[in-house]
């Protein structure tokens, strides 16, 4: 039997792979439309923030709304992050689109974020 660390991590990289297709696809539209890679970033995040919440929630089963803002503290420091490392991959002559998929893998990191500080269990759960 797989331990239920490993099935919520296995669903988390199944959930994170639909909301990077979705948010990288938005991205990339941007992109070929000539909007700036830091604001193409920033929309492409925003937008997929609420669709991001409902499949992770669904992972860590709790859909509870009060999680929410700590959800977006986690995504709010990753934007930066992503943001911070678009632009050192661009200085170091990669175009956006490449760039963007090369910073992706650290996205990875919000499972740990999203374990630990949003989806944590409350005491009331674990008693």
Same mark, same amino acid.
């Given at each position: 039997?797989?331990?239920?660390v490993?099935?919520?991590?296995i669903g988390?990289?199944? &959930?994170g792979?639909i909301?990077t297709?979705f ?9 070929l439309m000539?909007? &700036?890679p ?5 929309v ?12 992770t929630?669904a992972v860590?089963?709790?859909?509870d ?6 959800f977006l503290?986690?995504?709010g420091?990753?934007?930066?992050l992503n943001?911070l490392l ?6 170091a002559?990669?175009?956006?689109l490449? &760039?963007q &998929?090369?910073?992706l ?14 989806f ?7 008693s």
């Amino acid at each position: 039997m797989v331990p239920a660390v490993d099935r919520r991590f296995i669903g988390f990289l199944l &959930a994170g792979g639909i909301n990077t297709l979705f948010g990288y696809s938005i991205y990339s539209a941007q992109i070929l439309m000539g909007i &700036a890679p830091s604001v193409a970033v920033t929309v492409s995040t925003i937008a997929g923030v609420l669709f991001n919440f409902l499949t992770t929630s669904a992972v860590f089963c709790s859909r509870d709304l009060r999680r929410l803002p700590r959800f977006l503290i986690v995504y709010g420091c990753m934007l930066s992050l992503n943001i911070l490392l678009l632009e050192i991959a661009m200085r170091a002559g990669l175009g956006p689109l490449l &760039a963007q &998929a090369i910073v992706l893998p650290i996205f990875t990191l919000t499972f740990l974020a999203m374990r630990r500080f949003v989806f944590a269990a409350s005491p009331e759960q674990t008693s």
